[in-house]
């Protein structure tokens, strides 16, 4: 049974930093890309970032957020730096089918149950 647990959201100013991890079990994590994706109230779940045999960023991320995995660990994080009040949202963890990192959300076939993150002004 796949499991993905994000963790790491919380409360912080614009301009703070927050590390998100997700830990994953029940699947061949080193042949799977892993992404994160974000869900504000009122507007659909977006692509943040990506990592498999490459990373990809949504434009938003770019510069300010850095994905990473540890396989040994099946973990995945997301350093957030510059955090803004428009980054505020539920951070999901997801799995994709293979290692191409994509920002369609219907190649990620598992989904965490979210961490939130929320920016104040």
């Known amino acids: 049974q796949v499991q993905l647990v994000e963790s790491g959201g919380g409360l912080v100013q614009a301009g703070d930093s927050l590390r998100l991890s997700c830990a994953a079990s029940g699947l061949t994590f080193v042949s799977k890309a892993m992404g994160w994706f974000r869900q504000a109230p009122g507007k659909e779940r977006e692509f943040v970032s990506a990592v498999g045999w490459g990373t990809l960023y949504a434009d938003s991320a770019k510069g300010l957020f850095t994905i990473s995995r540890d396989n040994a660990k099946h973990m995945l994080y997301l350093q957030m730096n510059s955090l803004k009040p428009e980054d505020t949202a539920l951070y999901y963890c997801?799995?994709?089918?293979?290692?191409?990192?994509?920002?369609?959300?219907?190649?990620?076939?598992?989904w965490g149950r979210g961490t939130q993150v929320t920016v104040s002004s």
């Open positions: 997801a799995t994709a089918r293979n290692p191409q990192p994509l920002g369609d959300r219907t190649a990620y076939i598992y």
